[in-house]
């Protein structure tokens, strides 16, 4: 295999601003044991797109699996809790709360979802939000793709969080 260009020194720059990296450039969880603890809050969201008539069934509550979003919503829940066992360098936090809402969107057919993640502690909660959207959303689809495989996750991201040393980060736009 031949090696790809790289400028040396860019490339240790890039490494040592990513804090799951260490001087040798190896992966490791970072130690927050020193940090202080704060209120944190983190708000993720996205959407599942779908023909018009997979929405119907949802919204008309017909799914002979049950209430697609109120199980979406648990899912959403659970894996926010269970994200430190998903992500291999998270840290497993206490969270204090988990909100996970929809809405539904009628052009396109659509339902969006918005996770909001709180924590008192030593590091954020912004992947426990991003992964309630993201199972939120994937429960949707298991539950729904025998009627619609087409369906799209989309637009998965991180609106905003607050707390900790590095403060409010909101996305513009």
Same mark, same amino acid.
């Given at each position: 295999?031949?090696?790809?260009?790289?400028?040396?020194?860019?490339?240790?720059?890039?490494?040592?601003?990513?804090?799951?990296?260490?001087?040798?450039? +190896?992966?490791?969880? /970072?130690?927050?044991?020193?940090?202080?603890?704060?209120?944190?809050? $983190?708000? $993720?969201? *996205?959407?599942? !797109?779908?023909?018009?008539?997979? !929405?119907?069934?949802?919204?008309?509550?017909?799914?002979?699996?049950?209430?697609?979003?109120?199980?979406?919503?648990? %899912?959403?829940?659970?894996?926010?809790?269970?994200? %430190?066992? !998903?992500?291999?360098?998270?840290?497993?936090? @206490?969270?204090?709360? /988990? +909100?996970?809402?929809?809405?539904?969107? @009628? $052009?396109?057919? $659509?339902?969006?979802?918005? #996770?909001? /993640?709180?924590?008192?502690?030593?590091? *954020?909660?912004?992947?426990? %939000?991003?992964? #309630? /959207?993201?199972?939120?959303?994937?429960?949707?689809?298991?539950?729904?793709?025998?009627?619609?495989?087409?369906?799209?996750?989309?637009?998965?991201?991180?609106?905003?969080?607050?707390?900790?040393?590095?403060?409010?980060?909101?996305?513009?736009?």
């Amino acid at each position: 295999m031949v090696p790809l260009p790289v400028n040396e020194a860019r490339a240790r720059d890039s490494v040592s601003k990513l804090t799951h990296f260490n001087q040798a450039g +190896e992966a490791h969880m /970072v130690d927050v044991g020193d940090k202080p603890i704060s209120h944190r809050i $983190a708000v $993720a969201d *996205g959407r599942i !797109l779908m023909q018009a008539e997979t !929405l119907q069934l949802i919204q008309s509550g017909g799914h002979k699996k049950g209430d697609v979003l109120a199980i979406a919503r648990i %899912a959403g829940i659970m894996a926010s809790k269970k994200t %430190a066992e !998903l992500v291999p360098l998270c840290h497993p936090l @206490s969270l204090s709360s /988990v +909100e996970v809402d929809f809405k539904i969107e @009628s $052009a396109p057919a $659509a339902i969006y979802c918005k #996770a909001t /993640v709180e924590t008192r502690g030593q590091t *954020g909660v912004e992947m426990e %939000a991003l992964t #309630a /959207v993201q199972i939120a959303l994937l429960t949707i689809y298991d539950m729904c793709k025998a009627v619609d495989r087409g369906m799209t996750l989309q637009d998965i991201s991180l609106l905003k969080k607050s707390g900790g040393k590095s403060g409010m980060w909101e996305r513009k736009g």
